[in-house]
């Protein structure tokens, strides 16, 4: 896959999904499948996207940078252009597509969702950009609403979802388990002295964190396949007076050093809220029992 960070030219003509694709959801999983098929009729699968949601005033993303360009090469995406959102954002309507679309990326064809706005203050919706494309000889097709159990999938709907704790909806709206990745890095070792060796992931800065609490987790150690049943906690450790979110998993029946590894981890069932307990005896307990749900489940 080749990746652009900036608006330049190709030559090869390209069919285009449209959007932020932020977590790459059951909805833009359509777009994209769309962009796909054009492969036969010789068109280069590309997407233009952008490198921050400023314009959706999110800061944390389902995706990091780097993991949502991964997915998108893993589906057959070939050329991305996902730029600065400052780049475009003064862009009118008329002037995105013509100077992006056609001039620049060379498109034939461009596919976006229902809601897709673009153009300054993203006052142009789909009509526009229909009829601007028809102008210019691109062939619009408009994906329609995505619908799960009856509600619209979209990454504002996935990001409501993790913030409650509902992780299992999040993950078949993702088409995929909802996952961390860092590398293990080293923490107090509380944990360790009470009996209960956990690993610090230390996740993306951008990387949006679902609920605090206890989790059911599938760890998978620097790219292996075989995962690893795990109790983790997303939060602030109250208990022990934190002050920043952590990232904590405590790998049952498998003990070893993962310093400095690279670990992928599966959120797969939502225990409970995250508490602060009177004492460490307390906190001790409760994680046992914990443990002992998730090896159950």
Do not use: W
Request: hydrophobic share 40%.
């Amino acid at each position: 896959m080749i990746h652009f960070d900036k608006v330049v030219p190709t030559t090869v003509p390209t069919a285009v999904a449209l959007g932020c694709f932020d977590g790459i959801h059951l909805a833009h999983r359509k777009v994209i499948d769309e962009v796909l098929k054009c492969r036969e009729e010789g068109l280069t699968p590309a997407m233009f996207t952008f490198a921050d949601y400023a314009n959706k005033g999110v800061s944390k993303r389902i995706y990091t940078q780097e993991e949502k360009l991964h997915e998108l090469e893993a589906l057959g995406i070939e050329l991305v252009y996902c730029v600065p959102f400052p780049e475009v954002c003064l862009m009118s309507a008329s002037v995105f597509v013509t100077d992006v679309l056609k001039n620049n990326m060379n498109a034939k064809k461009v596919f976006c969702g229902f809601n897709y706005k673009f153009g300054r203050g993203g006052n142009a919706d789909v009509a526009t950009l229909k009829y601007l494309c028809e102008k210019e000889g691109i062939e619009v097709t408009v994906i329609d609403e995505v619908t799960l159990d009856g509600v619209t999938v979209s990454s504002s709907e996935v990001r409501r979802l993790l913030d409650e704790g509902d992780i299992k909806t999040a993950s078949k709206m993702l088409q995929k388990p909802f996952a961390l990745f860092g590398e293990v890095v080293h923490g107090n070792a509380l944990g360790r002295k009470m009996g209960i060796p956990t690993i610090n992931v230390g996740t993306d800065a951008t990387k949006l964190l679902p609920k605090f609490g206890v989790y059911g987790a599938n760890v998978y150690i620097d790219g292996s396949d075989q995962p690893l049943r795990a109790a983790l906690n997303i939060g602030m450790r109250p208990t022990l007076g934190g002050v920043d979110p952590t990232v904590e998993a405590f790998i049952i029946d498998e003990a070893g050093d993962f310093y400095g590894k690279h670990v992928k981890v599966e959120l797969t069932d939502y225990i409970r809220e995250e508490k602060k307990f009177a004492t460490l005896q307390d906190l001790q307990y409760a994680i046992e029992s914990d443990i002992e749900i998730i090896r159950n489940l």
